[in-house]
């Protein structure tokens, strides 16, 4: 039997691949040589986001070294200057005071040294003592794909901008031992600081199926020893690519620096999966003097484990914001169009809007939520309370800019009496979200938001809750269905979903949707679930779009507030 599971679990583990990668195993980018130095000459602006963080045209992907240094946001990220695909990758680099309005400079990293010739990959800063912050980055040595890990330093560190770097010559700093593959050798964390004088730090890795999290120490953080164990690994995940590694208080949700190891916290350990292409976490305790770290038997070690997004969202890096006291998390939303649309509008991907990140009361899961600044871009507002929704009902939001827009609501449930059964065997909530979709009629539920919807509803993408009734408790289902986003041919088009772990003591369920013309990032029960949908629809485009609440469920429900605003544009890149 656990044979037969394991297979099964494989099995599903390469079709979700192949769907995700068009048909290629393996999910690493791919090369399109004679693309990635085609320039965008028009940048097409028909589903450019309006407050999201891009370039101002070509391909970005992983976001790289964030931190919060003399007064400003620095934000690094994996970035092809020539092309709308991946290729040529360097290291951009924009600053900000709020992470909301950006400014570009020049690109901080780009292969030039022999130890980064063939590629400069990603990474993360640590901030040395006396503020003094340090690159740590995979660099590629030769055709063969062999990785390294390198680092860069400030050549003039009382510049706030930072505007440029110095690769020593002694990189690199680690090469991959024997028993270690060399080409799945990659992503260095943030090091932390160890009572007993020691730096630490971890690179993402695999052996055979086998996910690895390898941890080196350094006195002096140029002579780095591997580990005789890596701090942690999880059978049938594939490579870890980008691992993150932090501590979370117990209590509150102010951040902690990534050097605390207290009583009085947890540590989360997140990897991203190069065969799946999402991340997963899970919590647990650090224990220093063996340099392991052992999940809580609370959720799943493994690809079917806890995410930061259900959705389209991968390569996430935090850190811990000195200025304002919190763990702010990136991630990169790439799309869901083929390769030859980007390179005919001129620009791919996107980073989610920063997120605040702290652990939930209940102790067994992260809760997130957009940084507050986001607010300030905020305009014109609308609102409605107490309005009732039966079965079949839809009431539009007038009045704001339903293509970019801001969308707060909480749902009052009248009666949980009419909650479908559960089955136990419902373990993939994505499945299952594509089996009873926003049309299917169900008991309590689906009802929420129609968002990116033309007017005739021939497009729309349906944020949406479900109630169930388990044996002991009620499940909650949360959806983010792009099946009837476009009618553009050749879309990855998935019903992302997450099951939300809540109390529905009070009958109430609320909802956050940050909708940008062709991405909707959306926030359950205060940001106990959230997914990120990449949507492009074809009538549903600016002024053209509109947005709606829904009941599809027997059992009516009432907004008891919902509030929208227009979003303005921030300063973006120029």
């Known amino acids: 039997m656990e044979m037969r599971k394991f297979l099964l679990a494989l099995l599903a583990l390469v079709l979700y691949s192949l769907i995700l990668n068009n048909g290629a195993v393996e999910a690493s980018h791919k090369k399109y040589m004679n693309l990635q130095s085609v320039r965008a000459v028009n940048v097409n602006h028909l589903h450019r986001t309006g407050f999201h963080f891009q370039p101002k045209k070509h391909w970005i992907n992983d976001p790289n070294g964030p931190m919060f240094y003399k007064g400003l946001y620095h934000l690094f990220y994996q970035y092809n200057p020539k092309g709308a695909v991946w290729g040529n990758i360097v290291w951009a680099h924009s600053i900000s005071t709020d992470m909301i309005n950006w400014k570009k400079l020049e690109p901080a990293i780009y292969p030039s040294k022999p130890f980064d010739k063939f590629g400069c990959w990603s990474g993360s800063v640590t901030i040395l003592p006396g503020n003094r912050p340090i690159i740590l980055y995979t660099g590629i040595i030769d055709p063969n794909n062999t990785q390294v890990q390198n680092y860069a330093v400030p050549a003039n560190p009382s510049d706030p901008y930072l505007r440029e770097w110095i690769k020593p010559d002694n990189n690199p700093l680690v090469v991959a031992v024997v028993d270690v593959n060399k080409t799945a050798f990659r992503d260095p964390t943030t090091a932390w600081w160890g009572r007993d004088g020691h730096w630490r730090m971890l690179v993402g890795g695999k052996r055979k199926h086998r996910g690895i999290a390898y941890l080196y120490r350094s006195r002096d953080f140029m002579k780095w020893t591997k ?77 079917s484990g806890l995410r930061y997004d259900y959705g389209n969202f991968y390569a996430s890096k935090t850190f811990f914001d000195s200025g304002k006291n919190r763990r702010i998390l990136w991630g990169w939303a790439n799309e869901s169009d083929t390769t030859a649309d ?198 549903a485009v600016f002024n053209k779009a509109h947005l709606y609440a829904f009941n599809n469920g027997s059992e009516p429900v009432t907004i008891d507030n919902l509030n929208a605003w227009s979003m303005n544009n921030p300063v973006m890149n120029k």
């Open 342 to 539: 980007d390179v005919a509008k001129g620009w791919a991907g996107i980073q989610t809007i920063p997120r605040k990140v702290w652990l939930d009361t209940n102790g067994k899961q992260l809760v997130q939520w957009p940084i507050e600044e986001l607010e300030t871009l905020r305009g014109q507002k609308v609102g409605l309370s107490n309005q009732k929704l039966n079965m079949g009902d839809h009431v539009e939001i007038k009045g704001i800019t339903a293509a970019q827009a801001d969308v707060v609501v909480t749902f009052s449930l009248s009666s949980l009496d009419k909650a479908e059964p559960f089955d136990p065997s419902w373990h993939n909530a994505q499945d299952l979200c594509s089996q009873k979709g926003s049309t299917i009629q169900g008991g309590v539920g689906p009802f929420g938001l129609l968002t990116l919807a033309s007017e005739k509803l021939e497009e729309y993408t349906p944020v949406f809750f479900r109630v169930f009734k388990a044996q002991d408790k009620h499940v909650v289902l949360m959806c983010s269905d792009a099946t009837s986003s476009s009618f553009k041919k050749g879309l990855y088009k998935p019903s992302f979903a997450g099951f939300v772990n809540v109390d529905l003591s009070d009958k109430k369920l609320s909802l956050r949707s940050l909708i940008d013309h062709s991405v909707v990032e959306s926030y359950g029960a205060g940001g106990k679930t959230c997914i990120t949908s990449r949507v492009y629809p074809t009538l």
């Open 227 to 303: 580990s005789q164990h890596p701090i942690h690994t999880s059978a049938n995940t594939g490579m870890w690519e980008c691992p993150d590694f932090y501590p979370v208080s117990l209590q509150g949700e102010n951040g902690l620096d990534t050097s605390v190891i207290e009583k009085n916290s947890k540590h989360v350990l997140k990897v991203s999966l190069d065969v799946t292409r999402f991340d997963y976490y899970t919590l647990g305790t650090y224990y220093p003097d063996k340099d392991r770290y052992v999940p809580d038997n609370t959720t799943v070690d493994g690809w």
